[in-house]
């Protein structure tokens, strides 16, 4: 029987899929997306500008902040409940769309002579049945629903492909298959994938940060007069 891939080559060939799919759509998404993030950062704003609002009438009124009060105005309250609908606006388009042409992208891939995607290929991982043979396609789709388990649960399913000797992602239980590896090291270049994601995200994750507290900082300053 062939032996089973393991964690972080998956997750390489996975990021490799995934970064394919989204250079694919960008550019049918990016003029909505756009603008959804937009609305997303104006709805942010508004919660900002209510809550220092809020926050300077009771200190101009000789008080100290209650926050109790502050979690009951209406007017908060109100701001905070937009800003769920423009963040639920801004990830439902992208997510839904990325979802449906990775699952097509996946099943394809793993009804192909390469038995995987195209990331599974470039790192010699194959999806298989347990009986080591190629899924039928009523599996492969099925895999990829369970697939969202996986991501609900915090991706603590992805993680359970870490857990040796079999290391089945929780979609690979459900799914009753196995991705399976050539016997070869994760190449040097599928190393460098992952740190250079790393260093995106640490990258993207600073960037963030300091654009919050720009506009953080622009509505005290608005409370402030």
Do not use: C
Not at 204 to 212: Q, S
Request: hydrophobic fraction near 55%; avoid cysteine; proline fraction near 4%.
């Amino acid at each position: 029987m062939s032996a089973p891939a393991r964690f972080w080559p998956r997750y390489a060939a996975w990021s490799l899929d995934a970064a394919l799919v989204a250079v694919v759509i960008a550019p049918f998404l990016w003029g909505r997306v756009a603008r959804d993030l937009h609305a997303l950062e104006q709805s942010f704003v508004l919660v900002l500008d209510r809550f220092y609002g809020a926050l300077g009438r009771q200190l101009d009124a000789g008080g100290t902040p209650d926050v109790l009060a502050l979690l009951s105005d209406a007017s908060i309250e109100h701001a905070v409940a937009a800003l769920q609908t423009a963040l639920l606006r801004a990830a439902a388009t992208p997510v839904l769309v990325f979802s449906a042409v990775m699952l097509v992208w996946q099943v394809a891939g793993e009804r192909s002579r390469w038995r995987g995607s195209f990331g599974k290929y470039a790192l010699g991982l194959r999806v298989v049945d347990r009986e080591d043979r190629q899924p039928v396609l009523l599996r492969s789709v099925l895999r990829q629903f369970a697939g969202v388990l996986s991501w609900l649960s915090l991706n603590i399913g992805h993680a359970m492909a870490a857990i040796a000797p079999a290391h089945l992602a929780l979609h690979d239980r459900l799914s009753g298959t196995r991705v399976v590896r050539d016997d070869a090291p994760l190449p040097a270049w599928a190393r460098g994938w992952i740190v250079l994601q790393a260093g995106i995200f640490a990258a993207l994750v600073f960037a963030l940060t300091g654009r919050l507290a720009s506009l953080a900082q622009a509505a005290v300053e608005r409370a402030l007069g």
